[in-house]
């Protein structure tokens, strides 16, 4: 079985913040649940992220509802919850 490496991540920069929102979504019928990050812009765009990809972009649109509506049609599910910018 493969191992993957979920603790390292791309440095922050705190004085830089790129997003204000992150979501987690769930590929439910997988087991264990593959996971991806779904990244709100301050600007309203989105990007989603693969952390088994180390953070890699695999989407990015203009808004919210492009983003949830590609991850309804790969049937990813999510998490109930998120995690705003401003809490950290």
């Known amino acids: ?6 603790t ?21 019928m997988l087991s264990p ?3 991806l990050l779904l990244l709100g812009d301050p600007a309203g765009g989105c990007r ?4 088994a990809e180390n953070y890699k972009v695999v989407f ?5 509802n492009e983003a949830q509506n590609w991850l309804l049609e790969d ?5 109930e919850g998120r995690l705003s910018g401003l809490d950290l």
């Open 1 to 6: 079985m493969q191992k993957i490496d979920t």
């Open 8 to 28: 390292s991540f791309p440095a922050r920069d705190p004085a830089k913040p790129d997003w204000s929102f992150v979501e987690v979504w769930i590929d439910p």
């Open 33 to 35: 649940p593959y996971l």
């Open 48 to 51: 989603i992220c693969d952390p």
């Open 60 to 64: 990015s649109s203009a808004t919210y």
């Open 75 to 79: 049937e990813y599910e999510p998490v």
